[in-house]
């Protein structure tokens, strides 16, 4: 086998797996859900079956048993078989897992009809045995499709989630690229060597920040990104430009979407350090408030900060809000930002908990 073969089988797999619309039957939530709604029929039945005045409980408990006993032995049988039936299409996997659950409901009726042979009541075992196959089938295919439109539920989301985050990240990509050439645009008449590097500097900045969007990435992965533009910037405004690098190394494998960090280090240059003739140093915090992960970013500002009022203005606005939008796509309402505007400070903490993507 060629290297990276075994790696490249073993996501096809995973992809199909992911994307098969019956459920891993051997979590607790989708069983659960199946015991829930055949208990639900079993009610159904006795109901129908029993005078409120008298209601036959002796009923309720057997058919609880029987059916309960049949609905966990097919989840079992759809566990063990959901790799091999993911690789089948639509209707041929369909039609097999009905045939395993028919299958299954013929055997424990066979064995119920073995040890308790005054189940049946009046009807002849045999067609004792047909109904509950057919009850079974019918039963399974309401479930089988109940699965099949939640799968293509998640999927048009996950879908509409993407596309939202890609039509994000395209708006502030030129936004990055345009500020970026404009410091390198500077260095090329009084420092060409400078220029040259900053080119180069370039290219792996943004090579990574064209990455699909779909890649997983880590705070690794963004922070290499803030200090390949953290190192564009110093080309350009020397020692008036440091860095306070305070990572917790234990969230360097953490995952981090691209480009929500490198937009706000980004900020903190141009509408700080920038405007200061004397410079300063951005701040750059890293750290696990609770089971979420925190990230502050501290830079000065000029007196009376970047807008009229202190607040950031317009352009920061903009990649602020970006930034928060994707963080919320993808974390829920409780992921953002939260600004700390001063007189002569600016302060943005960025928050989300990696545990709650939706």
Not at 119 to 130: E, F, N, P, S, Y
Not at 211 to 217: A, G, I, N, Y
Request: with cysteine; hydrophobic share 45%.
């Amino acid at each position: 086998m060629r290297p990276g073969q075994a790696d490249r089988e073993q996501d096809e797999k995973a992809a199909a797996l992911g994307d098969f619309f019956i459920p891993d039957l051997c979590a607790s939530r989708p069983v659960l859900l199946m015991v829930l709604l055949a208990q639900l029929l079993v009610m159904v039945y006795t109901l129908a079956s029993s005078a409120l005045p008298h209601f036959d409980w002796d009923l309720l408990a057997t058919c609880s048993l029987f059916v309960q006993w049949v609905v966990l032995a097919s989840a079992l049988v759809l566990c063990l078989s959901r790799g091999p039936l993911s690789r089948l299409n639509l209707v041929l996997a369909t039609a097999i897992s009905l045939l395993f659950i028919a299958l299954v409901t013929v055997g424990s009726s066979g064995m119920a009809l073995w040890l308790f042979p005054w189940l049946t009541g009046a009807t002849q075992g045999g067609w004792w045995i047909l109904r509950n196959a057919l009850v079974s089938l019918v039963i399974g295919g309401i479930i089988l499709r109940y699965f099949f439109l939640q799968q293509q539920l998640l999927r048009q989301q996950q879908m509409e989630l993407q596309a939202r985050l890609d039509s994000l990240r395209a708006r502030i990509r030129p936004h990055f690229l345009f500020n970026t050439l404009n410091s390198i645009a500077s260095l090329i008449m009084s420092r060409p060597e400078s220029a040259e590097q900053a080119v180069e500097d370039l290219a792996e900045l943004f090579r990574a920040s064209l990455k699909e969007s779909r890649d997983v990435t880590t705070v690794a992965d963004e922070l290499r990104l803030c200090e390949l533009y953290l190192g564009i910037e110093q080309l350009r405004l020397g020692d008036r430009l440091q860095v306070d690098w305070r990572v917790d190394s234990d969230l360097l494998d953490e995952p981090m979407p691209s480009l929500v960090l490198q937009p706000l280090v980004e900020n903190a240059v141009y509408h700080g350090i920038a405007r200061l003739p004397e410079g300063g140093c951005i701040s750059v915090a890293l750290d696990r408030d609770g089971d979420a992960i925190r990230a502050v970013v501290d830079n000065p500002v000029p007196a009376g900060g970047s807008g009229t009022d202190g607040s950031p203005s317009n352009g920061n606005q903009m990649a602020l809000a970006n930034v928060e939008q994707r963080l919320q796509v993808v974390y829920g309402n409780d992921a953002g930002l939260q600004l700390e505007p001063a007189a002569q400070h600016f302060r943005v903490t960025l928050r989300y908990a990696p545990g709650q993507v939706r």
